[in-house]
Each structure stands twice: as C-alpha cells, then as structure tokens.
C-alpha cells in the first residue's frame, strides 16, 4: 500500500511539471494574436449555455480544422488538466476509503471520512463523463459519437453533479460538527457522537443530497448542436437552463447559495475556528506535561486542512453563482472573459475532490500507519 501511494505521488509530479510545461507554450502560441467572435447557441439569448470563440484572419476567413479559442481553452484545462486531476483523485480517494476501511477499531470520524472518499470519487467519475470527455471533439476532432451521445445524457449527469457535490460539502460538515463535539464538547461526546448516529446521518446527507437536487433534473433542455463555422468545427453547449423567474430566484439564488455556500461555509468557519483555538491550548498543555501529540489531534489537523480547502476552492465558486444570476444584465466583453473562467470553476471541483488523500497522508499520523500495514 505504501508503494502504491509513493508511485502515484511520484507519478503525479512527474506528469504534471512536463505536462503544464507543454501546454504553457501551447496556449501563449494559441492565443497570441487573435481574435474572437462570440455566438450563442439556438436556444435564445447570450445567457443560455457556453459561448465558443471563433479564431478569425484578418481577411475574415477561417482556419480550415482549427477549433475556436474558447474550444482549445477547455480542451486543456478540461480534457487535459481536469482528465490528469481526477484519474489521481480517484486512485487517491479509493486507497484512503480502503485504508480507513482496514482501520479495526472505528470511531465517527472514520465512518464519515469514508463516505467521504466515496463522495469525493463520484464528483471525479462525473467530472470525467460531464466535462473531461466531451471536450474532446470541439477542438480535436476526436470521441465524435461521445460527443453527440453526450448531449442526451448530460441532462442527467448535469444534476447528478450538484448532487454528489452537495453530499461531499455537507459530510464535510458533519464531520466537523462530530470533531467540535469531541474537542470542545467532549461530556456530550458518547451520546451525540457514535458511529450508529454516524452511519445514519452520512446515509441522510446523501438523501437530502438527492432531494434537494432533484429540480435539476426538470432545470436543464436539449437545444441541440449548433455549430459557430461553416467548417463544423466550432460547437457550443447543448443544454440551457430553463428562464423561469420564479424558479430562478427562489431556488437558484436564495436557496442554492444557503444551502451549498453561506450556511456550510459560515458553519464550519466557526466551528473550525473554536477547534484551532482548542487545539493550540491543548497543544500548550501536552508540551507543559511533556506529552506527544495524540491520533485524534491527528484527525483534527486533517479536518482544519481539508476544510481550508474546501473553502478555498468553493469561495470562487460562489462568487461565480452571484454572477451567473446576473449574465442577462452583463456587457458582452465581460462575458467573453466570465466564460474562460468556467473551466477553472470546475477545475477548483474537481481539485477539491481530489486532494484529501494527499492531506491524509501528509498529516494524518494514524493513516499512514494503516497505510503501511
């Protein structure tokens, strides 16, 4: 197990430095020097799906087989980057639900972590489906049938994101309510924190999950291909959310940014702030006994670090749903940009996703100890 881990860690380095290297002077070669011309797709105004940019000469004429910039864009940090992040993430987030699966005397935290693992994989598995993949054919000419097959069955992968995404960001926050029960209410600890009342909650994180994603599904329509140039080469997005008003701002607005952003965000904020300030007295009391550092202060350093991620990664995301109520009101200039900066919003998902393994095994004393067994 050990090996395994030291062979994806070591792979991953050396793939990504070479990798980003190419790819670094691809787009300053890509992009240089261009134009873009911004069309939408058939279902109606700019606000309904993705833009594609459309690579011009001078002279007006198009680049034979040259994907628009916009489709090379997502090319790579989608179908490239994106591909590169999840394929490790989910080899990382299968060996942390096996090792915490081996783990023969199991607390709260340990049930959660692994619903967590498994979470965190069908946000990768999807990513790869809903994005990664899809992106291939715009610009390379590649997967073709993927791609026309893709635009039927991303009305249900579109929904299926949020869900796995809403059951990552609530885990994580049970998780830290059990770990600030155990810290800092600790007589309340046996009764409030058991691995029964562990096991049920994470299975009613995911049921709430699906039910509150469930409008999704009725929240997205097929418009079809449209392609951008007479080559056939420059596709936007097939999909468009409905325009209903009334569903626009009660469930989009109000209720998507409480339920997946201020509410776990400014929970875990608080609760994690009291845990930082009770582990620093516990550490000062330990080193006046000259006491080691304990496992469960283990897991606790592993909560502090996977929240800051969290919150690192999904804060842009947030930002990015305020702005997305407001696209019918945007210039189109800044829409140009906004839409290069979708792909790295679902880059930050899938980072976010992929990352806690390496955190467990970098501070989670306890873990690479099972990890080496």
């Avoid at 990798?19 to 020097?33: P, R, Y």
């Avoid at 885990?171 to 830290?176: E, I, S």
């Avoid at 008003?245 to 608080?270: C, Q």
Wanted: proline share 3%; aromatic share 14%; with cysteine.
């Amino acid at each position: 197990m050990e090996n395994l881990t030291e062979h994806v860690t070591t792979a991953l380095a050396n793939v990504t430095s070479s990798f980003l290297g190419e790819i670094a002077t691809t787009i300053v070669d890509q992009l240089d020097d261009t134009t873009w011309e911004m069309t939408t797709t058939q279902g109606g105004s700019g606000s309904g799906g993705f833009w594609a940019a459309v690579e011009r000469f001078p002279n007006g004429t198009h680049r034979g087989r040259e994907a628009g910039n916009l489709n090379f864009f997502n090319f790579i940090m989608l179908s490239c980057i994106s591909s590169v992040v999840c394929l490790v993430g989910i080899c990382g987030n299968t060996l942390a639900f096996l090792v915490f699966l081996r783990e023969k005397k199991k607390g709260p935290s340990s049930i959660i972590l692994q619903a967590l693992a498994v979470s965190d994989n069908l946000i990768l598995i999807n990513t790869l489906v809903e994005f990664s993949f899809a992106f291939f054919y715009p610009h390379t000419g590649l997967l073709e049938d993927y791609f026309f097959a893709h635009r039927q069955f991303s009305l249900y992968t579109y929904p299926l994101h949020y869900i796995f995404i809403t059951s990552s960001t609530w885990l994580l926050v049970l998780l830290t309510i059990h770990r600030y029960i155990a810290v800092c209410k600790p007589l309340h600890a046996k009764k409030m924190s058991s691995v029964k009342h562990a096991r049920i909650q994470a299975a009613g994180v995911f049921l709430f999950s699906i039910a509150f994603n469930m409008p999704k599904f009725f929240d997205v329509k097929d418009v079809g291909i449209t392609y951008l140039t007479s080559y056939n080469d420059d596709m936007s997005y097939k999909t468009v959310l409905q325009k209903n008003f009334a569903l626009k701002i009660s469930y989009r607005i109000v209720l998507t940014t409480l339920v997946m952003y201020i509410i776990p965000i400014g929970a875990m904020a608080i609760m994690n702030g009291k845990l930082i300030s009770k582990l620093r007295e516990s550490k000062k009391q330990r080193l006046a006994m000259g006491k080691t550092s304990t496992d469960r202060d283990s897991i606790n350093h592993i909560l502090v670090a996977v929240v800051i991620i969290f919150m690192c990664c999904t804060t842009p995301i947030f930002f990015s749903q305020i702005v997305m109520s407001f696209v019918d009101f945007l210039p189109r200039n800044v829409l140009m940009n906004y839409f290069y900066f979708i792909p790295f919003l679902f880059l930050l998902v899938a980072v976010n996703a992929a990352l806690n393994f390496f955190v467990y095994t970098l501070i989670g004393q306890k873990f690479q100890i099972l990890e080496k067994l």
